[in-house]
T-cell receptor, first 109, second 115 residues
Framework: GQNIDQPTEMTATEGAIVQINCTYQTSGFNGLFWYQQHAGEAPTFLSYNVLDGLEEKGRFSSFLSRSKGYSYLLLKELQMKDSASYLCASMDSNYQLIWGAGTKLIIKP | IAGITQAPTSQILAAGRRMTLRCTQDMRHNAMYWYRQDLGLGLRLIHYSNTAGTTGKGEVPDGYSVSRANTDDFPLTLASAVPSQTSVYFC??????????????FGPGTRLTVL
């Protein structure tokens, strides 16, 4: 079966670093996406990984290990506006996205 | 540039009524998608269209139908709404027509309540 697992909720402090993990199991693999979703809003694209390794984009980085079926999103220098849900999604062999339930990140001052 | 628009923003509907959710994109993207998002669950694909004139079933298609008469519009119809269809519905689009990995861009969503 197809399955995406990520923690339901995480709490971090403003200015700190947080790592959100995601494990995936899908029929075929065409890359791993991370999206950000603020409460009551649409998901917005953050990153895409298809090769093993770390992709850095400003304060946000995303890592992929295909052999382990594992990815993480790293957020540095946390700001209050980073309080949101972070959605992990794996693209399967039909180029369809299989979504995790999302990780709600709470930032405390 | 508006991107993707959805209408209505929210709706309360009596069970058994017919309802069409509208989705329009101005990016000339080939592929469009309808998802539902429920608390504690990931986004679930209802129907998709890789290009105008074609549609396909996603993970949870029962009770829903779609059409893709042109590139820009992708309406979702609930023929006879039931309370379990209470959800937030997101329309999305991507440039590729299902043959390559591509980023999906989302509309603002429609919050639907079926009583």
């Amino acid at each position: 079966g197809q399955n995406i697992d990520q923690p339901t909720e995480m709490t971090a402090t403003e200015g700190a670093i947080v790592q959100i993990n995601c494990t995936y199991q899908t029929s075929g693999f065409n890359g791993l996406f991370w999206y950000q979703q603020h409460a009551g809003e649409a998901p917005t694209f953050l990153s895409y990984n298809v090769l093993d390794g770390l992709e850095e984009k400003g304060r946000f980085s995303s890592f992929l290990s295909r052999s382990k079926g594992y990815s993480y999103l790293l957020l540095k220098e946390l700001q209050m506006k980073d309080s949101a849900s972070y959605l992990c999604a794996s693209m399967d062999s039909n180029y369809q996205l299989i979504w995790g339930a999302g990780t709600k990140l709470i930032i405390k001052p | 540039i508006a991107g993707i628009t959805q209408a209505p923003t929210s709706q309360i509907l009596a069970a058994g009524r017919r309802m069409t959710l509208r989705c329009t994109q101005d990016m000339r993207h080939n592929a469009m998608y309808w998802y539902r998002q429920d608390l504690g669950l990931g986004l679930r694909l209802i129907h998709y269209s890789n290009t105008a004139g074609t549609t396909g079933k996603g993970e949870v298609p029962d009770g829903y139908s779609v059409s893709r008469a042109n590139t820009d519009d992708f309406p979702l119809t609930l023929a006879s709404a039931v309370p379990s269809q209470t959800s937030v519905y997101f329309c999305a689009s991507s440039d590729s027509g299902g043959g390559a990995p591509d980023t999906q861009y989302f509309g603002p969503g429609t919050r639907l309540t079926v009583l």
